[in-house]
């Protein structure tokens, strides 16, 4: 089992009682038997020395036993609250009787929910609760089986009556990437009550994002407009325009925990990257919007790296250049991996199995969930916008087939323009996307038919190599499937093609697996170039975990020996010149171990434990090794503590180091890069220094000073050119005998925006009173994504300009925004003409202006204004759109104006009333 969540009564610290659950390796391994019997509420008399199971009832009747996802003790009720899968929510003011809430918040009815048994139509999968102190003041958030959302729902009268809040700000949440709503409602959510003054209540939900509504009168049940509705402070996956995250904080939300001190809300956020913490809530987390920021601060720098790596790959000849998978953190790489744990993203959402070209290793390839291959061509320089041209390989690609969570695929490592990519099928197609025929059939039916995504026999693991076929392509291939352990003895299995071309596969799982666990690794021994000699791993415990074949999988070896008996979940093969001199490495989930590939006996690899540089007992998911220029570095990537690296040969190197390899400017401004050349293993020769072409040339102004140094040296660029984006490198040639050559992706925007002439030019307006609207648009240039705020300068005394928008406006490329100006005056401004200067200006750039004329007159003659306050609108198809405006009467107008639309309008557009009089 697993427990959720405990509670202890504030009115008895001795009193608390907790929720258990069901645990899935529990229940995979059948260990939990009979399964569900012990599930639901414990509690403890005596703080948690001695525990004994509650009972819990539905009218006087005993509840078929299920997971228990949350309790919580609400003082101001005086009770402990419990959610309870597929029964509903209830109640207890002792921790040892638990009754049903007689009304419980949303679907949760007695036909829907029965005692016994338990029904998974009772729409209550998993629930989390919130107490305000201080108040009798309680909420809750459940999800169905299927991660729909029940609604988050209030109480004030300790359950006996409950109002439903609008979270429609959480499921429209704006990110297109995915991350709204509960998805994953049964893995993250969690929900803090937080108050802010006597009466108001910040309510934070964490699910994929973390989100805010401020529930006061105006606002009771999230209904209102800004901070009166939920808003999304994170943006976790991204947001245009710019599509990062506003806070950087961790997807997958578990746990909030807060504090009131000195008037400020500090607040806690754990997730699956680790803790995060906001200083102050109140003034700190305010925005929603994708162009602001808030003051979230991670708290895991000390912790050592807590990625959770699915994969990673390498760059073939660099040792500094490594992409990786981090699941919610999407897709990283490094360019820095000899001397920094510095990283940054390349690619956005959730970042599955990711490539590197070995003969253009600028081709990268990432990839999210299912079936969702994409390209970028740029190296070290590709960003998430340069994935989004389209995937090269999707479901369709693969003839309708859905794969697993994390679709498997690799780069056929004797053809690398080939994907081969594992459904429940196999599939080989060129890297463009092109060109894909299906080469086995559906390894859980036999059969030809389309992989619905949830077949227990998905491909998890992939191997290629022997003898290429008359196309150039691997003939030989080994697959793994996935498997569920014991209680769904149906997967698990090796599928062995030592000719590919032939559509010939044979089910070679024998009795290798009698667990019926995931075959999690596969890989071919090099040296045997019939490709016959390979090894599998199988991820489970008590059984054996490495068995190799010396005849395509006719015949196995248990190769397991004094390995330990923990899930294996990579193998790497470091071939020697036979079968029998190599060296093998399995990556499992207590570290990384090597053998002999000629007799097993294992040895965990590195330093020992309490030692520096020791790997900790950690899932490990991938292996590769580092092979160039007299260095042999051995790599493994670990679910929850990052990448890390052993060097078994180490030759002299360099690298570059820039603490900032981006950069905004303006055009006239120059962006001087600082950086240093390191020296790695004692590297002693000069390196001459240019600026080269990357993904585009460089800007047109690129110098580099000095242009040689000897490491450990620094040095500057300088750089600036026109609007443009330029993904470029900074380029290092060493003086060795080898010319050891070096390149730092480096990227430089520069941006501009701007200001179009004013319709009309010139104004007119009497003392006293406000002028026609003004017309100009705020364009930009480039990758320009800041804030432009709008003044003016020139006014007369007693003179003021206003704009709508009212406040700054954010401008992109191609998306003009389009302002209304007036001028107002007063009656001492003075009469005349004047020039006055529209401006606009950004933070750390310069400032744009146009010219207007304004004319102030004492003339007499009547007149008015009209002007339009909420211009322009959006329609669908057959809706409608009101426009709102006002006839300002100027020097006394004071006759009927009759109203009309103008040319260019709609086929339907009708002012009403058809005639106003001033103002």
């Known amino acids: 089992m697993g427990f959720s969540k405990i509670a202890f009564s504030t009115a008895n610290p001795s009193l608390v009682v907790a929720a258990a659950a069901g645990a899935s390796q529990g229940v995979i391994d059948g260990l939990e038997n009979p399964v569900s019997a012990n599930r639901g509420i414990y509690y403890s008399n005596n703080g948690g020395v001695s525990w004994s199971y509650s009972s819990i009832n539905d009218v006087g009747t005993v509840i078929q036993p299920n997971s228990a996802t949350s309790v919580i003790y609400n003082a101001g009720a005086g009770k402990f609250f ?221 912790l050592g790296s807590m990625s959770q790596f699915v994969s990673f790959s390498q760059h073939p000849s660099d040792l500094n250049t490594i992409l990786g998978g981090t699941q919610d953190n999407g897709s990283p790489a490094t360019t820095s991996a000899a001397t920094s744990t ?258 097993a006996s294992w040895t965990e690899v590195g330093p020992g434990s309490g030692q520096a540089g020791f790997l900790p007992n950690i899932s490990v998911t991938a292996l590769h090794m580092f092979n160039s220029g007299g260095n042999r570095i051995l790599r493994a990537s670990t679910y929850g503590r990052g990448v890390w690296q052993l060097a078994l040969t180490a030759a002299p190197d360099f690298e570059f180091s820039i603490a900032a390899n981006s950069a905004t400017v303006f055009p006239g401004q120059t962006r001087v890069f600082n950086g240093t050349v390191l020296a790695i293993n004692g590297y002693s020769s000069a390196v001459n220094l240019t600026c080269s072409v990357g993904a585009t040339p460089p800007p047109s102004t690129c110098a580099m000073t000095p242009s040689s140094v000897t490491p450990t040296g620094i040095f500057s660029i300088n750089a600036s050119g026109p609007v443009g984006d330029y993904f470029f490198n900074a380029h290092g040639v060493g003086t060795d005998a080898n010319s050891l050559t070096r390149n730092l992706a480096l990227t430089l925007h520069v941006v501009d925006f701007g200001l179009t002439a004013p319709a009309p030019s010139s104004v007119t307006v009497a003392p006293g009173n406000t002028s026609g609207p003004v017309s100009f648009q705020v364009t930009a240039v480039g990758a320009f994504n800041s804030a432009v705020s709008l003044a003016c300068s020139g006014l007369p005394a007693g003179a003021a300009c206003s704009f709508q928008p009212a406040g700054p406006v954010n401008p992109v490329s191609g998306v003009p925004v389009a302002v209304k100006m007036a001028l107002n005056t007063s009656a001492i401004t003075p009469t005349g003409s004047f020039p006055i200067l529209i401006v606009g200006s950004t933070a750390g750039g310069p400032s744009r202006s146009q010219n207007l004329s304004l004319v102030v007159n004492t003339a007499t003659s009547a007149d008015y204004t009209i002007n339009i306050s909420n211009s322009p609108q959006t329609a669908g198809v057959t809706g409608n759109a009101t426009f709102n405006g006002t006839l300002i009467s100027v020097n006394g107008y004071s006759s009927s104006v009759t109203l009309s639309c103008g040319s260019g309008g709609p086929v339907t557009c009708t002012p009403g009333p058809g005639s106003v009089t001033p103002t």
Request: with cysteine.
């Open 82 to 302: 419990a959610a309870i899968r597929f029964h509903g929510f209830y109640s207890s003011s002792d921790g040892v009787n638990w009754t049903r809430l007689a009304t419980q918040p949303g679907g949760l009815s007695t036909f829907a929910c029965p005692t016994t048994p338990a029904s998974q139509g009772c729409p209550i999968y998993r629930g989390e609760f919130a107490v305000m102190p201080g108040r009798n003041e309680m909420y809750v958030w459940y999800v169905d089986e299927n991660e729909n959302d029940q609604g988050i729902w209030q109480t004030t009268d300790g359950g006996n009556t409950w109002t439903q809040l609008d979270d429609s700000g959480i499921t429209n949440c704006g990110d297109f990437s995915g991350g709204c709503g509960t998805a994953q409602g049964s893995y993250n959510l969690e929900l803090a009550a937080v108050p802010n003054g006597l009466t108001a209540t910040d309510l934070y939900a964490g699910a994929i994002n973390i989100y805010k509504c401020t529930i006061s009168s105006l606002s009771p049940v999230c209904s209102g407009t800004g901070q009166g509705t939920f808003l999304n402070l994170t943006h976790v996956y991204g947001c245009a325009p710019n599509f990062g995250s506003i806070a950087h904080v961790h997807p997958d939300q578990h746990d909030l925990d807060f504090i009131v001190a000195n008037s400020k809300a500090i607040l806690y956020f754990a997730n699956d990257g680790g803790i995060y913490r906001a200083l102050d809530g109140y003034s700190g987390l305010t925005t929603g919007d994708c162009g602001g920021t808030n003051q979230f601060e991670s708290l895991n720098q000390t």
């Open 342 to 599: 510095s990283w940054f993203n390349v690619n956005s959402g959730d970042g599955g199995y990711t490539a590197i070209n070995p003969d253009n290793p600028t081709e990268w390839f990432t990839a999210n969930t299912n079936v969702s291959i994409q390209k970028c061509e740029f190296g070290g320089n590709c960003h998430a916008q340069d994935f989004n041209n389209g995937l090269v390989v999707s479901n369709v690609t693969v003839g309708g087939d859905s794969g697993a969570f994390y679709t498997p695929y690799i780069l056929d490592p004797q053809n690398s323009g080939t994907l081969l990519v594992g459904t429940c099928r196999v599939w080989r197609g060129a890297t463009s996307g092109t060109g894909f025929s299906v080469l086995s059939n559906n390894f859980e039916t036999g059969g030809d038919g389309i992989c619905g995504g949830n077949e227990v026999n998905l491909v998890r693991s992939l191997a290629a190599g022997g003898i290429k076929d008359t196309s150039g392509f691997s003939n030989v291939m080994y697959v793994g499937t996935d498997g569920l352990g014991p209680l769904a003895p149906t997967g698990g299995h090796v599928w062995v093609s030592t000719n590919v071309d032939s559509a010939a596969w044979f089910d070679r799982t024998g009795a290798i697996n009698p667990g019926k666990f995931p075959i999690s690794g596969a890989a071919i021994d090099p040296s045997d170039k019939t490709g016959k000699t390979a090894y599998v791993a199988i991820m489970g415990f008590h059984v054996a975990h490495v068995w190799k074949t010396s005849n395509g999988g006719v015949n196995w070896t248990n190769f397991t020996a004094n390995l330990p008996d923990a899930p294996v979940n990579a193998i790497l093969i470091d071939a020697g010149s036979t079968p029998s001199t190599g060296t093998i490495y399995v990556g499992t989930d207590v570290g990384v171990f090597s053998s002999s590939t000629g007799t």
